[in-house]
């Protein structure tokens, strides 16, 4: 019988643990190179400061649920965590109130349009679908616990810097220019009001909202992350249970659905994990009881996502077995089918 080669070896690495450390560490390092030079796609403009970005960053970092680190290129510069914070700021507020209120508050399906999208509220009676789109994630983060904002505030960033493993850090250029450009989040947030479906003041919480996104972190902090989420809500570097497991659960279910907003389907299908990205160039994603891999460029494409983050999660999801839907054939057992 042909031994298979090493090409077909590696689409096959698919449903036990990641492969050797040694493993890992080349295919990051045969990626990066591949990729480094493509320079598809445009730096984000819309929001002032994100277009100072060089083009040229690239980092990729895969943290494995066990805390082994393997990492190429730029992983230690640092961007703001944009709409990736939404996943995180879900699992707070899951934790610290329930999945139950999360749900019917704010709703668990896809919408199938934009991000912004004012229709997508219109069309549902006033409820958000998911808290992955901006008006969801309004909602979401009006339910942080906190009797003031000032409080609500101090309890994300404090609680996203559990999932980061270190304390994480407004980049006040951001949050002063995103709040120049932030009027459609703003009246998202009226409208929610008027259905009733936020009742703490709209722009407090579309302030707190435009500091979440505003928080500095690395692609290394977002594979940090999204191995919390990967070892059932334990940051796999600090040992910390971040959230349960139950939470950790059903923010990866969401993260499934909605995380790449109308592209979700797309994106489950060709690489199979769920994920979530950001207009600086982040893109986070995880593959539960395995790891999490965080990207950083900041060319993006017409949707907003990554170029070579796209790129990079695609081949290294099949490379290193981390699809969920990817299988070996079953082993046969004896006594089976006798």
């Not at 997508?120 to 998911?130: H, M």
């Not at 003031?148 to 960033?157: D, F």
């Not at 949707?303 to 490379?319: D, T, Y």
């Amino acid at each position: 019988m042909a031994r298979p080669d090493e090409e077909s070896v590696r689409q096959r690495a698919s449903t036990g643990g990641l492969p050797s450390d040694g493993f890992i560490d080349s295919t990051l390092a045969d990626i990066h190179t591949r990729y480094r030079g493509l320079d598809d796609g445009e730096v984000a403009d819309y929001i002032p400061i994100l277009a100072e970005a060089d083009p040229r960053w690239f980092g990729l970092s895969l943290i494995e649920s066990d805390g082994a680190v393997h990492e190429a290129g730029d992983v230690d510069i640092e961007f703001s965590i944009q709409s990736i914070s939404k996943a995180f700021v879900f699992a707070l507020v899951c934790q610290s109130r329930s999945s139950e209120l999360v749900h019917e508050r704010v709703g668990v399906n896809n919408t199938g349009l934009a991000f912004n999208s004012v229709m997508a509220i219109e069309l549902n009676d006033g409820k958000p679908l998911n808290s992955m789109v901006n008006a969801g994630a309004i909602a979401t983060t009006a339910l942080m616990p906190g009797a003031t904002s000032a409080e609500k505030w101090e309890n994300i960033r404090t609680g996203l810097s559990r999932f980061a493993g270190r304390p994480l850090r407004l980049d006040g250029r951001v949050y002063e220019s995103e709040m120049k450009t932030n009027q459609r989040n703003k009246a998202l947030a009226r409208l929610l009001e008027s259905y009733g479906r936020i009742i703490t003041d709209p722009l407090d919480t579309v302030d707190i909202y435009t500091r979440q996104c505003s928080l500095l972190v690395t692609a290394h902090d977002l594979a940090v992350m999204g191995a919390t989420l990967a070892d059932g809500g334990i940051n796999p570097l600090t040992g910390r249970q971040v959230v349960s497991a139950e939470v950790a659960r059903d923010t990866l279910a969401l993260l499934a659905s909605c995380g790449m907003y109308e592209n979700s389907g797309e994106w489950l299908f060709e690489i199979g994990l769920p994920a979530k990205s950001g207009v600086a160039g982040g893109i986070v994603a995880i593959a539960p009881g395995k790891g999490a891999l965080g990207t950083f460029s900041p060319r993006l494409d017409s949707a907003g996502n990554s170029v070579r983050g796209q790129r990079a999660c695609f081949h290294i999801s099949r490379v290193l077995g981390m699809n969920l839907f990817a299988s070996n054939a079953a082993v046969e057992r004896p006594g089976k089918g006798q």
